[in-house]
């Protein structure tokens, strides 16, 4: 499989999360402003973790357009994500230190939420270490991963978990 493939599969899969994400709200009691702060967090990261790999995926599906593709394609897509990445850590590590004591997460919660940001976190050292030297397509591809398994570890919980209160 070519990168333009998997790219393509990239695409499809987060977009495919992402209206899953619409069911999961349309299928809840409640509208999106009566649930509680935790579980608007995680409706956040489950966007945020589909929309930003299919940005992403879709910015380098773009510059592979570009005949000849540029030498450094997979430098500037590493580039893209982090972009894209520093933003999206720093404002849901704040909202989730900004979480009401009575809504803290839970042991399960906290253990995959701070696993996903130690993977979040290799990623973006694997883009800083592709964008300055690698140039290779794999790193690129792993930061996607990472926020698609984020998304369907998001995604599961909505589905299985009861609601917070």
């Known amino acids: 499989m070519g990168p333009g493939e998997a790219l393509d599969v990239a695409a499809q899969v987060a977009v495919t999360l992402a ?14 402003h009566e649930w509680s702060a935790l579980d ?11 929309a930003l ?3 992403a995926a879709l910015f380098g599906i773009f510059l592979l357009t ?5 030498e450094a394609v997979w430098r500037w897509c590493s580039g893209f994500v982090l972009l894209l ?3 999206f850590i720093a404002a849901n590590s704040r ?4 979480l009401p004591a009575a809504e803290q997460m839970g042991f399960n919660t906290t253990v995959l939420y701070y696993s996903l940001a130690v993977l979040g ?4 050292v694997l883009q800083l270490i592709n964008l300055f030297w690698w140039n290779r397509f794999w790193p690129f591809f792993a930061a996607l991963f990472i926020y698609l398994v984020a998304a369907v570890a998001q995604f599961v919980r909505f589905v299985l978990l009861p609601t917070s209160r």
């Open 121 to 124: 976190t290799g990623g973006l």
């Open 53 to 55: 790999p299919l940005v």
């Open 40 to 50: 608007r967090l995680r409706l956040r990261l489950l966007l945020a973790n589909s």
């Open 66 to 70: 570009i005949e000849p593709p540029p």
């Open 19 to 32: 209206g899953f994400a619409g069911i999961v709200v349309v299928f809840r009691p409640q509208s999106v």
């Open 95 to 98: 909202s989730a230190r900004r």
């Open 85 to 87: 990445m520093v933003p």
